[in-house]
C-alpha cells in the first residue's frame, strides 16, 4: 500500500459532487438542488485500500479476462468467520455480477416452470418481479408489524408450502425494515422449510451492517443447520465497502449438485465478474477493516439524527432500523390524497416510493451520506411537513 494512502485520515463528511460521474443516483432529479436519498448507495469514497488497489492495477494496464483467485476466496471466508462465525468451504463460493441475477437463477432452479416462489414484502423491488422473468409464479407473504416489530407470517408462509412451493427468497437484514432475524424465528422458519422439501436463497448483502449493538446477523446457513446445503446465499462487498458500481457478488452454496446445476443454467447467459471488481472486493475484505469499522460509528450516529428528527415532525414516524442504512418512514393515512414522493422532492428531498417495494403508505430514506448533507434534508423535510400543517 502506498505512503499516501497509509496516512489518509478516515473522514466521511466529505460532501463529493457525484453528477460528474453520471451518478444514477444523483442524476435522477432534474432539479440539481433536490438531495437525493432515493438509492441504496453511500455517497463516502471507498476506503483506500481499495483505491490503492485498483491504482495498481490501472498502472498495470492489461484488463483481459480474470478468474478469481483462492487468496480472493481465502479472505471472503476470514471475513465471513470473523464477523458472524460462519466456516464457509473455498469451493462453495463463487461470484456473480448481480444479486437480482442470483435470484433469477435461484428461481428458475429451484422451482419448476410456474412453480410457487414465497417472498416476504415489503422488500426490495426485483424480489417481487424477478420471479415472473423467471417464468415462476411470485407468492407474495407480507410481513406482520406489531408494534415496532416486523414478523414473518409463518402460518401462511406454511399455508404456502403445503401448496407446492418450493423456493423461499429471503432477505436478512431485511431491506427495507432494517431488521435482523433472531435465531428463534430461523429455527421456525426452517422448520418449515424442511417439513416441506423447500429451498431458500437468502440475500444477505446488509450483513456487515448491523447498527444495533444488541443484534447480531446469523448466517442463515448457520441457522439451517444439517439442513444447510439446501441454502444458497448472497453476500458481497457492494453495500458495506460502496463499490455496488463494479457490478460483483458473492454465492455462498454449499450442495455440489446444486453448483453444477448453477453453472450450467448460467454459463453463457450471466457475465463474468470483471478484474477490478476482484481486486477491489479482495482490498475491501483483506484490508478494509479499518474503515468499515469507522463506517458502522458513522452510521449509527446517523441513524439516530433521522430517528429523533423524524420522531419530531408531523404526520410521519419511523422505527429504529437494526441494520442497514435506510429508515422505512411511515406516511400513511396522515398524508392522504398527496403522494408522498412528489412532495418531498418539490422541497428538495428525494425519497424512494415505498409502492415498489410493495407498501405505499411508506417512504425509504437512505441516511449513508455526509451528516451535512442529511440534516439538510431533514430540515427540508421538516419544513415540508411544517408548511402541510
Known sequence: M???LLREDISFDEIIDRRS?????????????????????????????????VRRDTDFAVWGYTLPSIELKEAIA?????????????DWIDFIPSAVSALYLASRICAEPGGRVICAPPIYPPFRTITAKAERVGVEIPLLRVGDEWLLDFEKIEAELKLGAKLFLFCS??????????????DTLFSLLRRYDAWLCSDELHSSLVL?????????AIAAGD?????ITIVGPGKTFNISGLGV????????SLRHRWFTVSDGVIPHVDRLAYLATHAAYAEGREWYLKLIDYLRENREIVARRVAEMPHISMHLPDATYLAWIHTGETIAGIKPAPFFEKYGVGLAPGLAFGDDNYLRLNFACPRSLLIQALDRMEEALARMS
Not at 476470514?78 to 473455498?90: C, D, S
Not at 444495533?212 to 442463515?220: A, L, N, T, W
Not at 457478488?249 to 455440489?256: E, G, K, N, Y
Open 2 to 4: 502506498s505512503d499516501d
Open 21 to 53: 460521474q453520471s451518478s444514477l443516483k444523483w442524476t435522477k432529479y432534474k432539479d440539481p438542488d433536490v438531495i437525493p436519498l432515493w438509492l441504496a448507495d453511500m455517497d463516502f469514497r471507498v476506503a483506500a485500500p481499495i483505491r490503492d488497489a
Open 78 to 90: 476470514a471475513w465471513l468467520f470473523r464477523e458472524h462465525g460462519w466456516k464457509v468451504e473455498l
Open 173 to 186: 437484514p431485511h431491506n427495507p425494515v432494517g431488521k435482523v432475524y433472531s435465531r428463534e424465528e430461523l
Open 212 to 220: 444495533s449493538k444488541d443484534k447480531q446477523h446469523i448466517p442463515s
Open 227 to 231: 439442513y444447510f446445503e439446501r441454502t
Open 249 to 256: 457478488s458473492v454465492l455462498i452454496i454449499p450442495d455440489a
